[in-house]
């Protein structure tokens, strides 16, 4: 059974920084891709950033420059680096797999990934 478990939310001020974590467990994490979305309240779950089990990295246009995903698969996690937050970066934060042949897969719609994790709140005020 996969479990997908988030932590590292906060309150931060505008300007600062947090890292969010994801540990997967209940299937091989090299071969998952990977991805962050978040969803603030009364919006649309969207794509924050994406890794692809091959390594490649796709970002929202609104995080470039600020964020970085990134994987380390001999601890199963997947990281979200987030720097000079804004208080539009402020929702919940919810990491999603799919394990997929294809190394080079990833995408931006929620709905096409398998797994999800439970979410974590990130809050930066102005």
């Known amino acids: 059974q996969v479990q997908l478990v988030e932590s590292g939310g906060g309150l931060v001020q505008a300007g600062g920084s947090l890292r969010l974590s994801c540990a997967a467990s209940?299937?091989?994490?090299?071969?998952?891709?990977m991805a962050w979305f978040r969803q603030a309240p009364g919006k649309q779950r969207e794509l924050v950033a994406a890794?692809?089990?091959?390594?490649?990295?796709n970002y929202a246009d609104s995080v470039k420059g600020r964020f970085t995903i990134s994987k380390d698969n001999a601890k199963n996690t997947v990281y979200l680096q987030m720097n000079s937050l804004l208080p539009e970066d402020t929702g919940v934060y919810y990491c999603?797999?799919?394990?997929?042949?294809?190394?080079?897969?990833?995408?931006?719609?929620?709905?096409?990934?398998?797994?999800w994790g439970q979410g974590t709140q990130v809050t930066v005020s102005s």
């Open positions: 999603a797999a799919l394990w997929v042949r294809n190394r080079s897969w990833w995408s931006p719609n929620p709905d096409e990934y398998d797994y």
């Open positions: 209940g299937r091989t994490f090299s071969n998952a891709a």
């Open positions: 890794i692809t089990s091959g390594g490649s990295t």
